[in-house]
């Protein structure tokens, strides 16, 4: 019994609602379009654009030599990740610790900050909103720098913490963006049924707002996760000592030739990505239908 709600909320993705009378028209004439009109040919070279260097990576981590040209089949690199590759494992590791608290971090942060904005009126509330866009426009190199200046002038050193301060900086405006988005859709009369069925505000923002914003939060703590893992630029300026993340430690490798071993973690890391992104799409679904 108590797993009636999830079933409920399944039901209702996998239920086909009836099509419109104009979605129908729609489906139609794009079903009677040419088979290779200009768009679509705009389309599969896109997809051939975004898609052929991952299966490159994926069809050379088997290559039996290190060279950029295929020699025979191989499972060597597999072998030298696995069981010969521990500074590579460390600077995921570390990839991964920053990552995921920064972006715990930035989720509360920029959540809060979007119900505050949404929420209140203030003076100065929309130079606020403004500024806070900032870090998403302005180029990495300068927020790099500019990182570097701050913690060299109050004498903080570089290290993990340096590289967790400044992702929790360029990814809270991602949570806020998302947040924000979801609160733009969200009806505040529900606010106002809550109050008079006798809710406090604690309980409004716990009952209330944050599960009908959830899918917006989700959102935002996901991409933060992304940028975190990817960003090169930022964290080269602001890494220290003993704080080398995967694509600082890639970087160095480029002088003496990256190893096929960093293709056969990018499959690894690709195959992984899949299987947990499969797991969660109906997860995701139900938390969207319940709001």
């Known amino acids: 019994m108590s797993f009636s709600p999830y079933k409920k909320f399944i039901s209702r993705i996998n239920k086909q609602k009836p099509m419109s009378e104009p979605a129908r028209h729609a489906r139609r004439a ?61 600077s995921l590791l570390n990839s991964f610790i920053i990552a995921i608290s920064s972006s715990v971090v930035a989720t509360v942060l920029g959540t809060l900050a979007a119900i505050g904005i949404n929420w209140y009126k203030f003076k100065g509330k929309m130079y606020i909103q403004t500024i806070s866009f900032l870090p998403m426009v302005l ?21 993990m913490f340096t590289i967790f301060a400044a992702h929790t900086t360029f990814c809270l405006p991602f949570v806020f963006l998302m947040v924000i988005a979801r609160l733009d859709e969200f009806d505040f009369s529900i606010i106002e049924a809550a109050h008079d069925l006798g809710a406090t505000d604690r309980q409004t923002m716990i009952k209330v707002i944050i599960p009908a914003i ?41 002088r003496y030739g990256v190893s096929p071993a960093v293709n056969a973690l990018s499959f690894v890391m690709i195959l992984v990505t899949v299987i947990v992104a499969f797991c969660l799409r109906k997860f995701l679904k139900v938390i969207a239908a319940s709001n």
């Not at 654009?49 to 499972?75: D, E, V, W």
């Not at 180029?139 to 290290?159: A, D, Y």
């Not at 992304?226 to 995967?246: A, K, N, R, Y």
């Open 214 to 254: 959830m899918p917006g939060v989700l959102s935002g703590f996901l991409m933060s996760i992304t940028m975190s893992l990817e960003d090169f630029v930022i964290t080269f300026f602001v890494s220290g000592p003993g704080s080398t993340t995967l694509p600082l430690y890639v970087y160095s490798m480029i």
């Open 30 to 90: 794009f079903q009677k379009r040419k088979p290779f009109s200009f768009s679509r040919i705009i389309l599969i070279i896109t997809l051939v654009f975004l898609f052929l260097p991952l299966f490159y990576i994926i069809f050379f981590s088997f290559n039996s030599s290190k060279g950029a040209q295929f020699t025979g089949f191989s499972l060597q690199w597999y072998h030298k990740l696995f069981f010969d590759s521990d500074d590579l494992w460390l």
């Open 139 to 159: 180029p990495e190199v300068i927020v790099g720098v500019s990182m570097l200046i701050f913690f060299s002038g109050i004498g903080l050193p570089l290290g």
